[in-house]
Nanobody, 121 residues
Framework: QVQLVESGGGLVQPGGSLRLSCEASGNIFNINTLSWHRQAPGKQRELVANITHTGSTNYADGVKGRFTISRDNGKNTVYLQMNSLKPEDTAVYYC???????????????WGEGTLVTVSS
């Protein structure tokens, strides 16, 4: 099994910044793609950004130029630096990891429990 623990959420004013972290632990041989998703009240969960093992990144249109995803493979950790935050960024943010465990034949998807980001004055 693999556990993902997010941290860094909170209340921030519009225009402010937050940095989210998500650390994976457990039965890990290799982590492929890491990603951040978010779910606002009354809306479906959506992809915010993802990053491959080699560092290639992809962003949702609404966060391009404001958010930056990065990873530290030695620490099994993914980060999301969020700048110029807007009220519409308010959501629960979840990390996701594609993990191949020791003795696994294929990668499995794991989710964290989420961290709340509230952007409000």
């Amino acid at each position: 099994q693999v556990q993902l623990v997010e941290s860094g959420g909170g209340l921030v004013q519009p225009g402010g910044s937050l940095r989210l972290s998500c650390e994976a632990s457990g039965n890990i041989f290799n982590i492929n793609t890491l990603s951040w998703h978010r779910q606002a009240p009354g809306k479906q969960r959506e992809l915010v950004a993802n990053i491959t093992h080699t560092g290639s990144t992809n962003y949702a249109d609404g966060v391009k130029g404001r958010f930056t995803i990065s990873r530290d493979n030695g620490k099994n950790t993914v980060y999301l630096q969020m700048n110029s935050l807007k009220p519409e960024d308010t959501a629960v943010y979840y990390c996701n990891a594609e993990v191949t465990g020791w003795a696994d034949y294929y990668a499995k998807n794991y989710w964290g429990e989420g961290t709340l980001v509230t952007v409000s004055s």
